[in-house]
């Protein structure tokens, strides 16, 4: 059997026009400028945690928890500024994996879908995990220079790329089969930011698809509707477009983002291939 675990580690406070850019038509309204603190809204934040035969792997890392004492100096001014964090205790990516009898070392894998703050703060927290990974489009970008990503809490965090490779039947043609099996599969899907990937886990029962913020809940694939903090709008629409038909499939248990409320499931259960 394969679990997913979904964790949720707090909250963050936005902008209505970040899941939502058409809420506003400033185009810079998701970041908060000149936008009043009482339109603010919380989402969750979460993370997610295969239990695989072949190891775990963690989808995102959530928020550090020294955000708790110290938000503006963990996150940077500019990070914390557009993404406010509430963490509770017991609420971090450590403190729940520990809470399932596993500490860091016991990952396999970290899988970041994308480098935004309130999904890569908590690497400080699992970076003794066998191996932190991102697409190569998305270290590219981090390397950049951009201003979205905040490089002060990756300091010291020993980050990889994943092996993606030219795959015709992935959305934009480039993937990663974890396993060799078909079971994990990692997927470039951008628009969000130039490396965002989603992560298809598979077996027999079906699957489920891990989009980290390629949506921010149901109505984002449903509605075709664009995010406020985006990279290329062209290929936003084709990986919602994309979620969306994944949706659609009948074997498809769920779609899990990084921020969706609606979403309330805590276990997502895979029959495996060559289970009986």
Known sequence: ??????????????????????????????????????????????????????????????????????????????????????????????????????????LAFVLMTHMDIDHDSGLRLV?????????PEEWAALRSGQARYAQRPLLGIPIG??????????PFGRSWDVWGDGSVVVLLTPGHTPGSVSVRVSGKTGFALIVGDTGYNRGSWENLRLPGPVCRREAMRESLAWVQRMRLDPRC????????????????EIQEENEQ
């Open 1 to 106: 059997m394969i679990r997913i675990r979904v964790l949720t580690c707090g909250e963050v406070g936005v902008d209505p026009a970040v899941p939502d850019r058409g809420v506003s038509k400033n185009p810079l309204a998701y970041t908060g400028l000149f936008r009043s603190a009482k339109r603010r809204i919380w989402l969750p934040v979460k993370a997610f945690l295969i239990e695989h035969p072949r190891g775990a792997i963690l989808v995102d890392a959530g928020w550090d928890s020294a955000v708790r004492s110290h938000p503006v100096r963990t996150l940077t001014f500019p990070m914390w500024f557009a993404s406010k964090p509430r963490l509770p205790e017991g609420a971090a990516a450590d403190e729940q994996l520990a809470a399932l009898g596993l500490a860091p070392k016991d």
């Open 161 to 170: 790329r994943m092996p993606l490779r030219d795959d015709p039947a992935a």
């Open 127 to 135: 970076k003794d995990a066998g191996q932190i990974l991102v697409s």
């Open 253 to 268: 248990l769920a779609v899990l983002a990084a921020h969706d409320p609606e979403e309330t499931r805590k276990i997502i």
